[in-house]
C-alpha cells in the first residue's frame, strides 16, 4: 500500500495532484482518505474546520475563484446566521460553471477586490461588506461594518469611499448601513441593541461609556448610557454565567448604583421580544427624566430582529 504522501495529511487535495503522486481513485475511496467536493479529498484524519473547508472549496471551483459575501466574512472572524444557505459562496470572473451544491458561485463582470488572508484569497472587507449588503438584512449589514472596523480590518471612511465610487449589487443598502454604523461597538450583539434602540426611537446611547465616582476614580465601562439621565444598559452573553463573572457584575452594578445610576441588564432570552426589551429601558428612561416618545417599531423593522433573523 503506497504511504499518505505528508503534504496531504495536513490539506485538502485534488485528484490529480493524487495521481500524480500515484495515489489510484481506488486508493482514495478507501478508508484512508475522504472525499470533500467532487474531484477533492482529504487525509481521514485531518479535521474538517472552516480553513480546510474554503480550501477544497477553492480547488473545487473556477481557477481564479476567491472566497467572497458571507463566507468571506466567517474567515474575517464573523458568522451571522440568520438567512444563512449552509453553502461556500465563491466569485470569479471565469465563464465556469459548478456542479457541486455546497459551493455558490458567483460570476463577476469587473476586477475583484481580494486579498490573501492567512493563505486563503478572499474579497477585500470592503468588496465583502458590499457583497453582503447584498444579502443581509439591515441589522446584519451593520453588524458586519462594525465587526469589520472594530477588528480594525477597515474604516468607515474606506468603506464609504468604496462604496461611492462602485457600481455594485448591494451598495445602496451597503450605504444605507454605514449610516447607522457605531464608533465603538465591541460584538455583534451591541450592534444588534444599538441599532434596535436606535430604529425603535430611543435617544442615542453612548457605547462603552467609562464611569467615573466623584473623585475621578474608574467604577465601570457600560455596553450603554445616557450619562445625562444616569441610566446604563448591559448585554449579559452566556460567558457572564460563570460564577467568577457574576460576583464581578454584581460588584461593578453595585457601584454603579451607589453613584446614583441605573443599569438595565438584558439577557439572551430578552432579545426574542424586541419590542419589550426597549419599551423596558424606555420606562427606566422616562423615570430618570427623559420625556421623549414611547418607542415604537414599524413591521419590517420588527421583522429584522425577529428570533432567527440574526
Known amino acids: 500500500m503506497l504511504p499518505v504522501p505528508a503534504e496531504f495529511r495536513d490539506r485538502p487535495f485534488g485528484l490529480a495532484e ?18 470533500v467536493f467532487r474531484g477533492v479529498y482529504a487525509h481521514a484524519g485531518l479535521p474538517l474546520g472552516l480553513r480546510e473547508q474554503l480550501l477544497a472549496a477553492l480547488l ?10 458571507r463566507t468571506a466574512l466567517a474567515w ?4 451571522l446566521s440568520g438567512g444563512a444557505d449552509g453553502r461556500i459562496h465563491l466569485s ?21 477586490s481580494s486579498r490573501d488572508l492567512r493563505a486563503i484569497p478572499a474579497t477585500s472587507p470592503e468588496r465583502t461588506f458590499v457583497d453582503c449588503a447584498a444579502q443581509f438584512t439591515l441589522v446584519q449589514s451593520v453588524a458586519a461594518a462594525d465587526w469589520l472596523i472594530a ?11 468604496y462604496c461611492e465610487t462602485r457600481h455594485l449589487d448591494g451598495v445602496v443598502a451597503a450605504r444605507r448601513a454605514l449610516s447607522h454604523v457605531g464608533p465603538d461597538s465591541r460584538s455583534p450583539m451591541e ?61 461593578r452594578r453595585e457601584y454603579l448604583e451607589a453613584q446614583g445610576w441605573s ?9 426574542r421580544v424586541p419590542l419589550d426589551m426597549v419599551r423596558r429601558i424606555h420606562r427606566r428612561l422616562t ?19 425577529a428570533p432567527g433573523a440574526f
Open 92 to 112: 470569479t470572473r471565469l465563464n465556469a460553471v459548478c456542479r457541486e451544491e455546497r459551493i455558490r458561485v458567483h460570476r463577476r463582470l469587473h476586477p475583484i
Open 191 to 251: 450592534s444588534f441593541v444599538r441599532l434596535l434602540m436606535q430604529l425603535a426611537g430611543l435617544p442615542t446611547p453612548v457605547c462603552n461609556f467609562d464611569v467615573h465616582d466623584a473623585e475621578g476614580i474608574f467604577l465601570a465601562c457600560t455596553d450603554f448610557a445616557w450619562p445625562e439621565f444616569k441610566v446604563a444598559v448591559e448585554y449579559d452573553g452566556r460567558w457572564h454565567d460563570e460564577p467568577r463573572q457574576r460576583v464581578r457584575d454584581r460588584d
Open 60 to 69: 473545487a471551483g473556477p481557477a481564479d475563484a476567491v472566497v467572497s459575501h
Open 151 to 161: 477588528q480594525k480590518l477597515t474604516t468607515a471612511q474606506r468603506l464609504m469611499a
Open 76 to 79: 474575517y472572524g464573523l458568522e
Open 263 to 271: 443599569v438595565v441588564v438584558l439577557v439572551d432570552r430578552d432579545l
Open 18 to 35: 493524487a495521481q500524480a503522486r500515484g495515489l489510484t481513485r481506488r486508493a482514495l475511496g478507501g478508508a484512508r482518505f475522504v472525499r
Open 287 to 305: 423615570a430618570h427624566g427623559h420625556t421623549g416618545p414611547a418607542p415604537w417599531l414599524s413591521f419590517d423593522d420588527a421583522a429584522m430582529f
